[in-house]
């Protein structure tokens, strides 16, 4: 039953159709929970509140399906708007993107040129800008981007997902760049050709990553809600005496928010991923395929209305 719902909500996640009624209907039906809102103003208000209790953050403009050079470029403004407004704010936010929104797709000039201007604004600000990992099709090329621009800007780091069978290969094909990477499971569907069909394989295969990472001194995001895995990282760490300061959990917004605030309790840093824009449908449907439970609060939504 489990399976079924992740494959039918990864399913509506790239329906067209179904974004442009989101985006016309707005956040509605339990939407709230797990997006900070439709502008950057309504964003900057949850990541106060968030760094008042002592959390860090890492801010998303939601966008997909970029169409054209336009949109892209569009995306990348409304990007640098948001670093701009985490500089000016004095927030304890990074931000991320998808190559994807901003001209991957349509050519490597396009989504070169403006990765170099939001990279460029960022570090004028001191903001880190994550460049999120997709689907496997785009995964070679999301790698090839942020190597070019890590020649440039110390400012940029990457994503790797534990479901492919790649992804020991990339960690050691980055230690040379000294990557800041974010190390997650994987939310995409992919083929057992090219990702462990077994959940049992990806958590071994995330230990396995972060191990390396860590132990080849490198800034590691450890990516997760999964207990068994947050517990592995705390004992490695402790065996190697590994530094707090060379790590972190991440934690999405609305996913646990207790235990969120239980790490940053025993002085481990935690960064909430925290997404907002009128393009949110996507990445909600994703959510849900991601975990389940999370229709729960869905449902709960939709009866309060």
């Known amino acids: 039953m489990e399976k079924l719902l992740r494959n039918s909500f990864m399913f509506l996640s790239r329906n067209k159709m179904m974004t442009k009624l989101a985006k016309k209907y707005g956040l509605r039906f339990g939407a709230a929970r797990f997006v900070a809102g439709n502008t950057i103003e309504m964003a900057t208000k949850v990541i106060e509140e968030l760094n008042k209790k002592g959390l860090d953050v890492t801010?998303?403009?939601?966008?997909?399906?970029?169409?054209?050079?336009?949109?892209?470029?569009?995306?990348?403004?409304?990007?640098?708007?948001?670093?701009?407004?985490?500089?000016?704010?004095?927030?304890?936010?990074?931000?991320?993107?998808?190559?994807?929104?901003m001209g991957l797709d349509i050519s490597d000039e396009v989504v070169l040129q403006n990765m170099r201007r939001i990279l460029s604004v960022a570090k004028q600000y001191k903001v880190f800008v994550t460049i999120d990992m997709e689907d496997y099709s785009r995964c070679e090329r999301t790698l090839e981007v942020y190597k070019e621009l890590r020649k440039e800007f110390n400012n940029?780091?990457?994503?790797?997902?534990?479901?492919?069978?790649?992804?020991?290969?990339?960690?050691e094909e980055l230690a040379e760049y000294r990557a800041n990477l974010r190390l997650v499971?994987?939310?995409?569907?992919?083929?057992?050709?090219?990702?462990?069909?077994?959940?049992?394989?990806?958590?071994?295969?995330?230990?396995?990553?972060?191990?390396?990472?860590?132990l080849n001194g490198n800034f590691t995001?450890?990516?997760?809600?999964?207990?068994?895995?947050?517990?592995?990282?705390?004992k490695l760490v402790k065996v190697h005496k590994i530094p707090k300061s060379q790590f972190e959990f991440q934690m999405l917004y609305g996913i646990r928010p207790e235990k969120q605030l239980e790490l940053?309790?025993?002085?481990y840093r935690l960064r909430?991923?925290?997404?907002?824009?009128?393009?949110?449908?996507?990445?909600?449907?994703?959510?849900?395929?991601?975990?389940?439970?999370?229709?729960?609060?869905?449902l709960k939504g939709i009866i309060k209305k």
């Open 221 to 234: 995001a450890v990516a997760t809600h999964d207990d068994a895995i947050i517990d592995y990282t705390k």
């Open 59 to 101: 801010l998303d403009y939601l966008g997909e399906f970029i169409q054209d050079e336009q949109e892209a470029n569009e995306m990348a403004n409304n990007t640098i708007k948001a670093i701009e407004a985490i500089g000016k704010e004095h927030l304890q936010s990074q931000l991320s993107l998808k190559l994807t929104s």
């Open 185 to 214: 499971k994987g939310a995409y569907k992919e083929s057992s050709r090219v990702a462990f069909p077994e959940k049992k394989a990806v958590d071994e295969n995330f230990k396995q990553i972060i191990k390396m990472h860590l």
């Open 156 to 171: 940029v780091g990457t994503v790797l997902q534990a479901y492919l069978y790649r992804t020991v290969m990339d960690i």
């Open 272 to 298: 909430v991923y925290v997404p907002y824009g009128t393009d949110w449908y996507g990445y909600f449907m994703r959510r849900l395929a991601e975990r389940p439970a999370n229709v729960a609060f869905v």
């Open 264 to 267: 940053v309790k025993e002085g």
